[in-house]
């Protein structure tokens, strides 16, 4: 076995052992230490990505001196190699956009505990981005969630205890039913290993036994996860949990804590219970439905919103719909589509977080839509990132949404089901006329000049870049990964079929 | 009809010390006791009409509740849909479970080959004679770990929540008192202390016990730490914050679990590294059923025992006071 072949291993080990140390650090070195391992598990995952690439063979490393149904062992192949490097490069970005705001808004003796709960929810994206093993997964499901909560009430002002109070409970009540659903599973099965139950559910599905228990596992599966990442009616906990945490938890929250879930749910699409059976199980077909109505009702939100952070919160929610319709098409075209769209909207939602914050910062850290008048003179980099953004998000050529929406509407027209085709190619096109509207509108304010007297009266100051230079590094950094997506997304389409291949 | 005793005579009569011991007006051993009525919590006029007035801000500012026929309307609707909702789950799942294997039958598909392996190659595998404690620990470490690093976390969130730090603390305005109760000690209550004299320390040598014995029989890190953590906060309970502080601060909890979870995943990242290379491992199974066996799995118990020790304590520490 080749070295590098421990290398996802070790960066699960890394990150989780980088948690208790830094409970001990002060949180300067915490900090240091935080980034570093964001940085050296980063390097070690692409050095996986390039191993499989080079192999072409996706491989299982035993936890344990215990071959697989009898111990744990972790799976790697091409998707999640593509992801784990993609989770770590906007992990760092994201921590490098919040330095100033994470200092300002927590308090000192608690820095510390900021980075336990960051690199421990490195640790958990990468156990459910690897593992082969569902109640693995389920275990760090939980590390997820409760670091996820700590993310956002860190900052502690009374919105962020309710958000964080209401996220644990619908969290919870995720987690609790996709615990059901791997009950349901284990009981028809007799395994937890990924690979075992797909066999088992194969034969249990030619059977034609245990139809009922089947399919509420998978649906029960489906609902907690849905619940997790905010599909349309579950989404109440988070517009709060992303409006008004600090600027770091609410980008890493927004790209990767919901996108770890719906990477959850295609692995259990696609490893455990076998996408075909997904497919006759009909259980997608309501993913559609919520997921449609969550484009539409998502973008129908943002657009009455005026503060703006909260206005890229309910976009969120669009995008998340997006994601479900994908998965609802019911073809590896969609599917694709979908995972593209993880990895969009990861670089663009965090960019216009960190973005809205650069903005915000030169209007009297006010989040007021009408505040924010000619702020793109104010910050210019901030402007011109947040317009990067917004034009992704719209879907226009060069950047990265544009791609995404390319390869929906190319799903959508490739479907077998006709009754899907049309309602799908209608809500992209009312999607991104709303999508033009909220965020064009908030465009247009910032670079709308603001009458002198009133930039006097209310004593907003100018930034350069240089003056933050951690943020305008995550913001270029930000920039260029959108532009990267939207200009050459062939190969990176092409890893991602690759990768789905090896998962089926 | 009973005899009329008077009142001076009857004042000699056993019953009537009872009596009045029952009344607790006199104690045998200390006499009369000054009887004081227990103050009734009453608040002054002003807190209460400030209270009465928030209130009534409130329910101004947020809630129109009275002339609101939409909330009605909703309130109505939600709370039969809500049933119908919970009636229709209810069936789904119980459809749901009966569908499922009849439980206990010895051809279910939980029956296999997994099961088969870990009792009957459990004990020469893992060296442990409990096969719950060579599961958990052995065949499925990984998840074990991430478990303990679940509690570790959850610490680490109820401090961002709870810990109150020198710096926040503020002036002493009114109510201040009523607020900060948790700046009370516990009062010196002689039963208590007396029980907690007698029953901490078994109870303390019990948890080390069923940590110890985790391999052996039933118990382990989990339950053991439970049983620790609650002789600890029977402690704390009788002798207060300082006497605990002189050995258990919020520097030793945060060093004995960095040490308790790096020594887990330093130990069990040798037994993965070896495992998955294909690497003898050096670490001897030992005897079954002796205190010394079953390889990594007593130092694995005794992490986890740490952990969930601290974690309990913890716990209680920052709800009671917010602060060690």
């Keep these: 076995m080749a070295f590098v072949q421990n290398f996802p291993f070790m960066s699960i080990i890394l990150s989780l052992f980088s948690g208790p140390l830094c409970s001990i650090l002060s949180g300067r070195k915490a900090k240091w230490v935080n980034a570093a391992v964001i940085v050296i598990i980063g390097g070690m995952s692409a050095a996986v990505l390039g191993f499989v690439l080079g192999t072409g063979q996706e491989y299982v490393y035993t936890m344990g001196h215990f071959p697989a149904p009898w111990g744990n062992e972790i799976r790697v192949g091409v998707l999640e190699a593509v992801m784990a490097v993609f989770f770590c490069v906007i992990m760092l970005l994201c921590m490098l956009g919040g330095i100033r705001e994470r200092e300002e808004e ?157 990477f959850l749910l295609v692995k259990i699409f696609y490893r455990v219970i076998g996408f075909d059976i997904v497919r006759d199980s009909k259980v997608i077909n309501v993913l559609f439905v919520f997921g449609i109505v969550g484009m539409i009702m998502g973008s129908v939100s943002a657009i009455k919103e005026s503060n703006i952070r909260r206005m890229i919160s309910y976009s969120s929610i669009a995008q998340i719909g997006y994601i479900y319709m994908g998965f609802g098409l019911g073809t590896t075209a969609g599917i694709v589509a979908s995972i593209y769209h993880i990895v969009s909207h990861a670089a663009t939602k965090a960019l216009l977080f960190v973005a809205a914050s650069g903005i915000t910062e030169v209007s009297g850290d006010s989040t007021d839509f009408f505040d924010l008048t000619g702020a793109g003179y104010r910050n210019k980099l901030s402007g011109i990132a947040f317009t990067v953004g917004s034009l992704s998000m719209v879907g226009i050529p060069v950047f990265s949404g544009f791609i995404s929406k390319l390869l929906f509407a190319q799903a959508g027209v490739g479907v077998e089901n006709t009754a899907k085709m049309l309602p799908t190619l209608i809500a992209l096109a009312i999607s991104t006329v709303l999508n033009a509207v909220y965020f064009m509108k908030t465009v247009i304010r910032l670079y709308t000049p603001e009458k002198k007297a009133v930039l006097e009266k209310k004593e907003f100051k100018q930034v350069k870049m240089t003056e933050e230079p951690a943020k305008s590094f995550a913001l270029i950094c930000f920039i260029v990964l959108n532009l990267f997506l939207g200009l050459s997304s062939e190969p990176i389409i092409r890893l991602i079929e690759n990768g789905l291949n090896m998962f089926a | 009809m009973s005899k009329k005793v008077s009142q001076e005579k009857y004042e000699k009569t056993r019953s009537y010390r009872m009596k009045q011991w029952f009344d607790g007006t006199r104690d045998p051993f200390l006499n009369t006791v000054e009887m004081k009525p227990q103050k009734v919590f009453s608040e002054d006029k002003e807190t209460l009409e400030r209270r009465a007035e928030d209130r009534k801000k409130l329910r101004e500012r947020i809630y129109d509740t009275a002339g609101n026929t939409e909330v009605r309307v909703f309130r109505k609707f939600y709370r039969v849909a809500s049933v119908l909702f919970c009636i229709c789950l209810v069936v789904m799942l119980l459809a749901a479970v009966s569908g499922l294997p009849t439980f206990g039958n010895p051809g279910n598909p939980v029956n296999n080959e997994v099961a088969a392996r870990y009792i009957e190659n459990g004990l020469q595998e893992t060296g442990a004679v409990n096969i719950v404690t060579g599961m958990i620990l ?56 007396t029980v907690a004299r007698i029953l901490v320390p078994p109870i303390v040598i019990f948890g080390i016990y069923v940590i110890l014995g985790g391999h052996l029989g039933p118990g382990g890190g989990f339950s053991g730490g439970a049983v620790i953590g609650a002789g600890l906060i029977l402690y704390v309970n009788a002798f207060g914050f300082a006497k605990t502080e002189r050995f258990f601060h919020e520097k030793t909890y945060k060093r004995l679990s960095f040490c308790a979870l790096a020594c887990y995943a330093l130990a069990k990242s040798y037994s993965f590294y070896t495992g998955a290379n294909h690497i003898e491992s050096m670490i001897p199974l030992g005897t079954p059923g002796a205190i010394l066996s079953s390889g990594l799995i007593l130092i694995l118990n005794i992490c986890v025992g740490l952990v969930v020790a601290g974690t309990m304590y913890t716990f209680y520490v920052m709800f009671r006071k917010g602060a060690y």
């Design chain 2, 138 to 193: 052995d065949y499925r470490a990984f998840d074990t770990l991430g478990e303990s690093h679940v509690l570790f976390i959850a610490t680490c969130t109820v401090l961002i929540l709870l810990r109150l730090d020198k710096s926040k603390k503020g002036s002493h305005g009114i109510g201040y008192e009523a607020e900060e109760d948790r700046i009370y000690e516990p009062k010196n209550d002689v039963i208590l202390q």
């Design chain 1, 106 to 262: 927590i308090e000192d003796t608690k820095q510390n505990l900021y980075y336990i709960m960051v690199n421990l929810l490195l640790s958990s994206l990468l156990a459910l981005i690897y593992t082969n093993d569902l109640f693995t997964a389920y275990v760090f499901v939980e590390i997820n969630t409760i670091s996820a909560c700590g993310l956002i009430m860190i900052r502690q002002n009374g919105r962020t205890l309710v958000a964080a109070t209401r996220y644990m409970i619908m969290s919870l009540l995720g987690s609790g039913l996709l615990l059901l659903g791997i009950c349901f599973l284990y009981d028809l099965t007799g395994h937890l290993l990924m690979s075992n139950i797909r066999e088992q559910v194969a034969l249990i599905h030619a059977n034609g036994s245990y139809h009922i228990p089947l399919l509420v596992a998978v649906g029960l599966m489906s609902v907690g996860i849905a619940i997790k990442s905010a599909l349309y009616p579950f989404h109440s906990w988070l517009p709060d949990a992303y409006g008004y945490s600090t600027l770091s938890s609410a980008s890493i929250l927004s790209s990767l804590v919901s996108k770890g879930y719906i």
